[in-house]
């Protein structure tokens, strides 16, 4: 068993939005930071931006201003609101621990048109 299920991705057109959920299979022993991802294939998964355990959301260049982690401790579940998309934010994302420490689910499949 994985420890974080993702859902909400879709087919949108460039310029539109998509809200990705990613919910703990289980109970978390404690909060830690957590981190979303994103893969084409062909290239090496990388690490969209990531929220610290108390809430504070950091991002790379890429989605700065465009996308937005939050969390909900008391559900278990961290969130990624995508604004603005654009084609090349096409990608399986996934959630993990910042760091990536723990077994990687499916990921959902995130597809923008042009």
């Known amino acids: 068993q994985v420890p974080f299920v993702e859902s909400g991705g879709g087919l949108v057109q460039a310029g539109g939005s998509l809200r990705l959920s990613c919910a703990a299979s289980g109970r978390p022993s404690r909060v830690t930071a957590m981190g979303w991802y994103r893969q084409v294939p062909g290239k090496q998964r990388e690490r969209v931006g990531f929220i610290s355990a108390r809430g504070t959301p950091t991002y790379t260049d890429a989605v700065k201003g465009r996308f937005t982690i939050s969390r909900d401790n008391t559900k278990n579940t961290v969130d990624l609101q995508m604004n603005s998309l654009k084609p090349e934010d096409t990608a399986v994302y996934y959630c993990?621990?910042?760091?990536?420490?723990?077994?990687w689910g499916q990921g959902t499949q995130v597809t923008v048109s042009s």
């Open positions: 993990n621990t910042a760091l990536g420490s723990v077994p």
